[in-house]
């Protein structure tokens, strides 16, 4: 089983695999358009997105938590993508 953590940044993301370095999404064998989704909501991160001194942006979150959700189903028993913040929805790992 490969590990991948789930983090967006500016730039890469938002799977990393546990060395560090970003997770080539098509590599994965997702679908293309899941790799544009996937892409497209990474783009617009920004730090005031994530509740780290403030509220955060509910639904930029919420629609992370939703691909979080499909990226897991997609990639199946072969991976598992862990978060290491509360504010995906469970305990980080």
């Known amino acids: ?9 500016y730039g890469p993301g938002p799977l990393w ?3 560090g370095h970003v997770v080539d999404l098509a590599a994965l064998g997702l679908s293309q358009t899941l790799v ?3 892409s497209a909501w990474n783009a617009e991160y920004a730090e ?6 403030g509220p955060g942006d509910e639904t930029w ?12 189903n997609v990639l199946g028993a072969e991976y ?6 509360p ?3 469970e305990e980080p790992t």
Do not use: A, H, N
Request: aromatic share 12%; proline share 5%; charged share 40%.
């Open 1 to 9: 089983m490969t590990i991948l953590e789930f983090w967006p940044d």
């Open 17 to 19: 695999s546990k060395q």
């Open 36 to 38: 544009e989704e996937v």
């Open 48 to 53: 005031d997105k994530v509740p780290l001194e």
């Open 61 to 72: 979150l919420r629609q992370g938590r939703e691909i979080l959700y499909r990226l897991r």
């Open 80 to 85: 598992r993508v862990e978060v290491t913040e």
């Open 87 to 89: 504010w995906w929805g």
